[in-house]
Structure formats: C-alpha cells, structure tokens
C-alpha cells in the first residue's frame, strides 16, 4: 500500500489538476459565448441567402449558362477540412478526420494524387499531411481569428479551379455545432451547385422572381458570394462547435478529478486509520509486556 505521504502528494497533483481543468472550462465557456452569439446571428442569413438563390437557379431555364452547376464525371475532388489547432477538445478532432476518410472512400477511384486539400486548423493538416495527401493551401489561422478575407481567397480559388475543370468536386468537412454538449459531424458539396438545385427542384418550393438589372448579372454576382458565405459560416460554426467540445471535456475532466480526489482522500483515511490501529496496538502490546 502506499505511503500516506504518497497519498498525499497524489491529492495535492490532482487538485492542482482540477483547478487547472475548471479555469479552462470556464475560459471556454466565456468563448463560446461569444461563438454562439455570432453564429447564431450569421447562420440565418446565410441559410436564407443559399436558398433564395437555390430557389432561383431552380426556377431558370437552360438559356443562361451556369459553369458552376457543371456536373461532370469526378477525377479531381477537392476537400476543405477544418478541426481546431490545440487538443484538449474531446473527439472533436478525431471526428473530423473520421469523417474525411470516410469522404475519401467514396471516391474510391480516385489515386492520392487525385484528392487535393485545402486545410483549416493544425490538427487536420498534420493527420492530411502524415497520409500523404496533398494540401494545396494551409490556413490554421482561420480558427483562431475567422477571417472573412481569407475565405475569399479560399473560395476564389477553388472557383477558378473548378472552371479550369482542374478539379470536379468540391466538399467540406467540419463539426456543425447544435449546442455545447453535442457537435454534429457535417460534409457538405459546394461544387457543383447542381446537386443543390436537384433538391429544390425536388421539393418544388422554386420561388419566382423580379430581377434588376438581368439575371445574368445577378448569377454572376451572387453565386461567388453564397459559396464565399457558406465556407465562412462552416468556419464559424465549427469554433462555435470546438469550444463547446472543450467546455464539455474540460467539465467532465474536473468531474473526473473530483472523483479521484475522494476516492484518494477515502485511500488516505483509511491508510491513517490502520496507522493509528497499529500503533495502539504496540502500545497496548508494549504495556501489557511491562506489567507481565
């Protein structure tokens, strides 16, 4: 059994512990209010704008060109992935990378050098880069600061590659955030737009509307900006959904760290007890040897 100055020690180093998980529990929290209130007041225009223009490419006719919409046999496919830079955030990461393989085995004819990544975060670029794939553009700052700018240049370039027809497909991986317990693997195709137009055709729910100046103009103009806007509420979403992962983990470490803490304190009362028993018991047998 160990000694009651072990035990000791092991109380002291894990409530040092629990107060170091607490303090990051509640850092977390405080941020992930923050998260919260922003993508709770982004979300809606996004989802509002993509439909309003899902509704209207579904209502157009074959007259005006969409090249975005060109659905094609898949040899290129681009992934954007994005996770968190740190640890300390429960499956939060390892559900992305789940999630990848799992997009990946879609493509099952695609060679390695057919797939190509665009990263958010250090943890998915380091797992990316460690199964050989490649990554076109890393941007593991986007989730410590989202940058509307940088999704742009994301976003503009993918674009550019899918006209060139360098590439046929595009998805993105990320954790959609539903509340601070619960974060929900997503993936999701931006390119082509034409599987989202299949969905509203199917649902019959097209919409129709007065265009100024044409709608050529329109497309053009608001296309770009709801791809550019559905990356960077995906970025938003998924901090939102890494700093309720760290809440939640870091809770139920310090919960985990209270139990350890009485169980050690029960170890270390009982540990005491037999000491003390012990040593009444020389006592007791020392002063009976004195009256003998």
């Known amino acids: 059994m160990a000694s009651l100055k072990d035990v000791r020690g092991r109380i002291a180093s894990v409530s040092s512990t629990k107060k170091i998980t607490s303090a990051m529990k509640m850092v977390s929290a405080a941020k992930l209010r923050r998260a919260q209130d922003v993508i709770t007041n982004y979300l809606p225009y996004q989802q509002k704008l993509t439909e309003t223009l899902d509704n209207f490419l579904a209502n157009e006719s074959d007259e005006i060109q969409l090249p975005l919409a060109d659905e094609r046999p898949i040899k290129k496919l681009a992934i954007i992935a994005i996770s968190s830079n740190g640890s300390l955030c429960g499956a939060f990461n390892s559900n992305v990378m789940k999630k990848t393989e799992e997009v990946i085995l879609q493509y099952d004819t695609l060679a390695k050098d057919d ?10 670029s380091e797992y990316i880069a460690k199964k050989g794939y490649t990554i076109k553009e890393r941007h593991d700052n986007l989730v410590e600061k989202a940058d509307y700018e940088g999704t742009v240049a994301i976003i503009n370039q993918v674009i550019q590659l899918f006209l060139k027809k360098e590439i046929d497909c ?6 959609h955030f539903k509340n601070a317990a619960v974060q929900q693997i997503t993936h999701e195709i931006i390119l082509p737009l034409t599987k989202n137009i299949s969905r509203i055709k199917e649902s019959n729910s097209t919409v129709d509307y007065i265009i100024e100046p044409n709608r050529a103009h329109l497309i053009k103009e608001l296309v770009p900006t709801v791809l550019r806007l559905r990356l960077y509420s995906a970025i938003l979403d998924s901090i939102a959904a890494e700093y309720g992962a760290r809440t939640t983990a870091m809770q139920t470490a310090t919960d985990n760290a209270e139990d350890l803490i009485f169980d050690l304190k029960l170890k270390y009362n009982k540990a005491r007890q037999e000491a003390i028993t012990k040593e009444i018991i020389d006592i007791v047998g020392g002063a009976e040897a004195l009256r003998s």
Do not use: D, L, S
Not at 115 to 124: N, Q, R
Not at 170 to 175: L, P, R
């Open 115 to 124: 797939i190509i990544f665009y990263t958010i975060g250090k943890k998915v």
């Open 170 to 175: 595009v998805e993105i991986v990320y954790n």
